[in-house]
């Protein structure tokens, strides 16, 4: 009797299941048990989800920091806006247009074709719809924000406004529907033929590193970075707040991969290992490389290695053993190291804070790495599939972002006036410097110096 | 012509320029110094340790000017810039031999 | 035979729960399981109360940077220890007093008199107090922390410390007692009256955004601020500083507004979703009428339009659908920009940060919006009772908080020196500059230039 | 009829659990849900603790920037670069090694000897073995890291590789391996006699400080920091950052202590509520005996007094009332500036951030309090033991540390040249300045003067 | 002697330099001021108020050079520092009484 | 009156203050500068691009001194700036007209 009262009550107490069946019966019941540990389970589901989408977002404070630190002080307030608004835009367009072509219903496997303004949701008010949404967001932003850094300094406000709504609502979408789609309710060609992508190295940061690319060489070199040919260093103003945004995220970063379980299980253990493990051996890989090429140990390059490791296991953070998690980061420093190097000084296409090499370039290794070091062993099958997609993924992403940004360049122009990029883009786009009052004060170091 | 060095107090700037504007100055460049005078610094504590603050933040004005016109700049700095506190800076006075206006290349006194 | 053993073993093993009833039985019951995922639920819920509370505290260093970055250099020592010490301070008042007038029993309605010193702890031992305290004592710190934004550059730190405690311990707690103390074991009038602030734009924004004006206006300008009746820029010394700053509380409001349902249940995903929407439309609307009323993108003002969207939603994110956090961040953004604006240059209240804007005036509007866009339609009654709550808010707060800072002004002094005002209060308060040994070293930037 | 289906359905959607077991049952069983409860519980537990990792992982970015912000602009790049390689190389390390040695099979009781590589998880693939080496690392970077701010702005970097990749590697793991080994598959002898610090006041940041501690005496001070046997200030460059950096550190110490349970439990309530208080009870004490002492409230004594409380509370977080925590923390805060004007100007060793101080001292008076605010009542041999494991820690770390470094000074070297350091590691170590580019662009700012 | 004191465009700095040094000169000095003068600076707007910026970022150039040189120095810079445009700065010459280097206390000319 | 100027290594000024301390210099101003001298920049990379580093961080000494400490004062500052080594600097010496003190009006030696 006495038993059956507390447990009752306890059920009642289940109060995040919406217990409407348990009701109607005076105690609880194996089936009824069975539903309220489903509903416990869902709970711990969104709850992951969701704190995995915050930390998700937080990653654009830290491609804010990066991408302010590794440019001059004079543009700084300008790249801040930019990464601000890529997400404020790209987050309603997403909502809008970009979450249908990726997810909707896609019946040629091109693209989702439902579900335009979070359209499902209405319909049937099932909140993972908009857990599930939250998550797919931030990554969306993640893949607009990379461009940023490429095209620093020197673009147009209004003309990277436009791109990225653009790259939002449609360039990473209909890609991302190819190989993600059937993760909610759409079904892509790709991911059909069995393509490993689990977190994005191809799908986020490919994409947005491809489109970086075809902005960098669209819009052209900074001012006096080329002089007769040979590439001038243009130093950023503050390594400190740039190593703030890299360890910012790499924190976010384990959102990204282990939240792309979307589901409080224990698989994200083996995510979390191997995207700490890779990315500390990206940052050993880039850190050695560049002391044997530059003769010291360079800074900005060691924190590009992290990063670097962090894109090259996107991909296989789910499917490869922690100790090939090392090998996979370690190459992707060097990768990156050498990438940099070649892309600035051979190709000299500019790219002020390396997110080419980051995301494009690493991004096609963690994708292939996914293939080659997958535990449950690897085919020729496997592979081709892989190369396939990352091909697949430059193909569209290349000439698209190509094509726009020639098509802005065309109309409202992409670049600022050379004037506008002497003084800065700050006092120009913004009316503003970054550092209006900065004092430093020095006096009292008298004592110090 | 003269070149005038002035050494003022960083919140003074604001009243100065105006004031040397009304007088028709042209043109001045402003910079960051730190002073070291009559007015010492303060003692301040870092972490338990002390120390003095031997220098303190202050602007320093340069003007070139013609020479009739250099008695009249200096008593507007002087009658701006002063508080009547120790610390008000000093005003320094210099031969100026010749000025080039790069834009133009005018020298002398039409290229101030 | 062997099934049960399995079973038995795992039952055991659900160690978070205090099994005793089940210790006793030989297999699991229905009646066991019944109590054990009430159990595991509750762990869920603590995990989702403590993780969120973990996030909005993080939002502490979120208002240390955007004040600290949108005052001037001279000045940033002085408002970063105000930000430490209003959460120091304010934690421990609001241990010892605050949360026992927030959430202790109320018999009239208008404040708790019970469980000061966390003394229903003590009692009961029910880690749940802890749990729900410890997500109340950030909000707390929240509203206390706006303050120092409004009266920064002049305040003396001695008097903003006295305030600190006493809005913890008192003006923010009574208040919060009316509208949300049945939480816990309060109950409040407001809330009884079916006044919707799920997240506290009025509870706590507007309480400290009218504390916020309150001290304003009874400190007056900073020195220089209005010459001859002209308002003059004071631009802030790091945008870079103040734009971390505001990223940062971007992640935390997560926190804020998803962590208000103290549960892990599904209702947090519409929250998410709200507040990302709101958020992003506040930055664009800010931007745009910015860029309208200005010739350009304004950067602070479009950093305070995501603050306001924010701001915005925080009443109504769990009763209004996505559509219209959009709207209500958008209407939000512009009429932050509009009110900073309105009180700089007409009613000439020196606000260096815009927290009055920000909190006061965009919390009313939220408020007002959770009425106004409720999802289950919304009533003349409603309405009325938001406008009540926000009358209620600000009759409260304003009068309270002005008369304690006139108190603090006619005894120990509100305002710093004006020689220190000028030379910084860095240096007259706290004996340190915030950057003594500042090197450009740009000399390396001999080659960027 | 209905019902079963239903129930069956729901049981299959829960995913997380390999449901082998039910699988083959028509309908649910009560030992059938038994087990999904299990796994559900198992699932939050992961979800915990990894959520707690990335906290702790994210305090990397704050022990940077507070060694950034507190020591001097010609060296920032160097000791940015010193922490992340101090995590990067660690980490593998400690994969390698460190986490055999800690959570081996230990038959001594003195360190383990399985386990390498992690190959427990090689084995069993049970994922947990990979939550709790996550959650681990970043505990052993913490330890590591802590040295980098004693030995700042002298230390040849690759002598501090080394060092770093020893720590993690031996002196750490061992060290732990008698405290905490039985949490994994060891045996420690301490943990034996009852030793209680939950989330290591000793285990992590006594060992630390004790290595910070042998560290700074081998290298000795800085030039010019000590004139004619009188120490002079050297004042850091940033304050902001410092102080980010210490937000950043209360945020993630939320994850250290909490997640010290390893278990989504209601234990963690009662662990964080003493977290906050002791924080903020640190803050104040620090900066109300720096105010008697130095006529002013110190700003960074105030910060090191908020880290002081933060490590006071970390042994004793679990067992000790939210009262005994505000008074654990006070006292922290007093000890720290008192420990730091001793060592400084008594003892004469030159640790610029503090970090003998806040770790290794307030570690032991950390691990002291937790023996004596003990909840469950206090025993002579208790406090012994702790006493005995305080001792421990000082007598296993300072000698090893101390010959490590004695031995690297000997062999490579273990300080920069005079020169190098008279310029600033940063281009000599590095070749880059950390504000290449920084214009303070101050002309904007004539409005503000 | 003479003392050669060249205001400049920031982004003048390289050209400047890489022409002097072709010119053999062996040492100066850069600083950075803040100049007014013809060319006035523009109007901001900062939340909402209007204010004009009226110092704009200029490089100070400070030579020592021997009489004969001095002429030849005042060409390359105007020729280098020339923009055609409002603000690209003056030069300004003075008597230069001594010169002393530290390391090797030599004095006059050969100090340069 | 004559306007010293100095070109000392950062790490000298203390010394070097501290020196003029004892032989009775009342006040004096500070410009951090970056030299160009024969003391050749060094090489940097940076991501893997050459560069030289063509100016290095400096510190400028102001003094305005009567003609008869003039000598004194000089000799002070290279003895104390002096390292021997390349890149210690030089000392400038003007003639100085006449010195105002702001607060007080008053004028030349009176007034240093
Ligand atoms: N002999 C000097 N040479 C160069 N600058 C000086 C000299 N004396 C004073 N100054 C500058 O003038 C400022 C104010 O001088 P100080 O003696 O403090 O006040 P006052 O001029 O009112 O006596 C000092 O901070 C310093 O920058
Ligand atoms: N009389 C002056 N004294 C000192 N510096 C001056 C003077 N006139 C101009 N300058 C400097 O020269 C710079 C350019 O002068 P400006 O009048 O703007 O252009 P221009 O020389 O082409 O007419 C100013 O920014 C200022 O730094
Ligand atoms: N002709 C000059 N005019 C102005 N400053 C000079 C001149 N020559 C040298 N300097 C300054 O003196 C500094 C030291 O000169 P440098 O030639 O490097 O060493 P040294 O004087 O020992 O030969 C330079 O960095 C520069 O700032």
Same mark, same amino acid.
């Given at each position: ?31 009824? +048990?069975?539903?309220?540990? #489903? ?43 930019? +990464? ?61 924000? !990379? ?7 020197? #673009? ?17 979408? !209909? ?12 079904? /892509? ?40 040919? *040979?590439? *001038? ?27 792309? #379980? #979307? ?10 290992? +191997? ?29 590009? /290695? ?12 789910? +499917? ?22 070649? !892309? ?67 109309? !409202? /122009? ?36 | ?15 100065? @320029? ?28 870092? @972490? ?52 080039? @206006? ?11």
């Amino acid at each position: 009797k006495m038993k059956r009262w507390i447990s009752l009550m306890l059920l009642i107490l289940v109060l995040a299941v919406p217990v409407t069946v348990l009701a109607e019966d005076a105690a609880p019941t194996v089936a009824g +048990n069975a539903e309220a540990i #489903t509903a416990v389970q869902k709970n711990a589901d969104f709850l992951w989800t969701l704190v995995a989408a915050f930390m998700v977002f937080f990653m654009q404070a830290g491609f804010a920091m990066v991408e302010a630190g590794f440019t001059r002080a004079k543009n700084t307030v300008n790249i801040i806006m930019k +990464n601000l608004m890529d997400m404020s835009l790209g987050a309603i367009a997403y909502w809008a247009i970009g979450f249908a072509l990726m997810f909707g219903v896609s019946k040629t496997g091109w693209f989702g074709t439902t579900g335009f303004f979070l359209s499902d949701y209405a319909a049937d008010k099932d909140p993972w719809t908009l857990a599930f949404w939250m998550f797919q967001v931030v990554f969306a932003a993640t893949a607009a924000t !990379i461009v940023s850094g490429a095209m620093a300094e020197r #673009t147009k406000f209004v003309s990277y406004l436009i791109y990225s709504v653009v790259i939002s609502a449609l360039i990473y979408p !209909i890609f991302g529907s190819w190989a993600w789609g059937s993760l909610y309710k759409g079904s /892509g060609w790709l991911e059909g033929l069995g393509f490993i992508d689990f977190a994005g190295s191809t799908v986020v940061h490919s994409v947005g590193g491809w489109a970086a690319l075809a902005g960098a060489i669209v819009i052209g070199p900074r001012l006096g970075k080329y002089v007769n040919g *040979k590439a *001038k260093a243009m130093p950023g103003h503050s390594i400190t707040t740039g190593a703030l945004g890299v360890f910012i995220l790499w924190f976010g970063w384990y959102g990204f991969n282990a939240g792309s #379980t #979307t589901a409080a299980n224990t698989d994200t253990a083996l995510i979390a290992v +191997n995207t700490t493990l890779a990315a500390c051996a990206g940052a050993f890989g880039a850190m050695v490389i560049s002391w044997i090429k530059f003769r010291k140990p360079d800074a900005t390059m060691t924190l590009n /290695g992290t990063l670097a490791g962090l894109v090259g296991i996107t991909a296989g953070c789910a +499917n490869v053993l922690p100790g090939s998690a090392i090998l996979i980061g370690l190459i992707a420093g060097v990768i990156v190291v050498l990438s940099v190097v070649f !892309i600035d000084q051979t190709l000299k296409i500019d790219d002020p804070v390396g997110a080419v090499s980051v995301h494009g370039v690493c991004g096609a290794w963690g994708t292939l790495a996914a293939g080659l070091f997958n535990a449950e062993g690897v085919t020729m099958k496997l592979i081709g599939v892989q190369l396939l997609g990352m091909g697949a993924a430059f193909l569209w992403v290349f000439p698209t972002a190509y094509i726009l940004f020639r098509v802005i360049k065309a109309t !409202i /122009g992409l670049r600022a006036s050379a004037e506008e990029e002497m003084e800065g883009l700050d006092l120009g786009e913004h009316g503003l410097a970054a550092y209006p009052d900065f004092q430093a004060h020095t006096e009292v170091s008298g004592a110090g110096i | 012509m003269k070149k005038i060095e002035a050494i003022i107090k960083h919140f003074k700037l604001d009243e100065v @320029r105006d004031a040397l504007n009304k007088i028709g100055i042209q043109g001045m460049n402003v910079t960051e110094v730190k002073g070291f005078g009559r007015q010492k610094g303060h003692m301040e504590v870092y @972490r338990g340790v002390e120390y003095e603050v031997k220098f303190l933040p202050k602007i320093k004005l340069g003007l070139a000017v013609s020479d009739s016109k250099a008695e009249e700049v200096i008593k507007v700095i002087q009658d701006n810039a002063k508080t009547g506190e120790i610390g008000d800076g000093k005003i320094f006075i210099y031969e100026l031999e010749d000025v080039i @206006r790069i834009r133009t290349g005018e020298r002398g006194e039409e290229a101030l």
